[in-house]
Nanobody, 116 residues
Framework: QVELVESGGGLVQAGGSLTLSCLAS????????IGWYRQVSGKQRELVAA???????NYSDFVKGRFTISSVNSLTTVYLQMNSLQPEDTAVYYC??????????WGQGTQVTVSS
């Protein structure tokens, strides 16, 4: 089992910044990708950014140039640096660890609220 704990969420004004952290523990052998997702109440969860164990990153178009994903210690900790935050970035942010094509693990999420 893999445990993921997100932290770093909070309330920030538009234009501000936050850094989210995702700490992975437990049986993390074979975890090859960790992604940050977000969900607004009543809407589907959507990918924000992801990073592989090889350091390859990908971003959704709506965060390119504003958010940066990074990791340390072979995906043990994954960060999401969020700059130029806008009210539409308000959501619960989750991290998800992937072990191959069949196994994924979710954290409990952290709330990000951006005021206008």
């Amino acid at each position: 089992q893999v445990e993921l704990v997100e932290s770093g969420g909070g309330l920030v004004q538009a234009g501000g910044s936050l850094t989210l952290s995702c700490l992975a523990s437990g049986n993390i052998f074979g975890i090859d990708r960790i992604g940050w997702y977000r969900q607004v109440s009543g809407k589907q969860r959507e990918l924000v950014a992801a990073i592989t164990s090889d350091g390859i990153t990908n971003y959704s178009d709506f965060v390119k140039g504003r958010f940066t994903i990074s990791s340390v210690n072979s995906l043990t900790t994954v960060y999401l640096q969020m700059n130029s935050l806008q009210p539409e970035d308000t959501a619960v942010y989750y991290c998800r660890a992937r072990r191959g094509p069949l196994h994924g693990y979710w954290g409990q999420g952290t709330q990000v609220t951006v005021s206008s």
